[in-house]
């Protein structure tokens, strides 16, 4: 059993920036995979980043690669999400979830603890 609590959700002015974060319990978190999803208004939750158990390995979504930087600090149980240059398509429910089964990065369908979301608004 894992529990995921986000963190650092907030209201912020286009092109700025925010920083996320994503507790978790036990002792296995170097274990596994963990990614970030998103979810807007009226839309479909989707896919932002992932990054491997040891965090050698990390994978974006092309519409925030090269503005978002997914890290881990295996030490304190927490996964991070930096984000920059902020848009107000950017804006909405962030989770962060953890794949249990792989450490390695696998597609989101295998995502299987979930966290309960921090708030994202980006006004323009």
């Known amino acids: 059993q894992v529990q995921l609590v986000e963190s650092g959700g907030g209201s912020v002015q286009a092109g700025g920036s925010l920083r996320l974060s994503c507790a978790a319990s036990g002792r296995t978190f170097g274990l596994y995979a963990m990614g970030w999803f998103r979810q807007a208004p009226g839309k479909e939750r989707e896919f932002v980043a992932a990054i491997s158990g040891s965090g050698a390995s990390t994978y974006y979504a092309d519409y925030v690669k090269g503005r978002f930087t997914i890290s881990r600090d295996n030490a304190k149980n927490t996964m991070y999400l930096q984000m920059n240059s902020l848009e107000a398509e950017d804006t909405g429910v962030y989770y962060c979830?953890?794949?249990?089964?792989?450490?390695?990065?696998?597609?989101?369908?295998?995502?299987?603890?979930w966290g309960q979301g921090t708030q994202v608004t980006v006004s323009s």
């Open positions: 979830a953890a794949d249990r089964n792989s450490g390695l990065i696998r597609p989101s369908s295998y995502y299987n603890y």
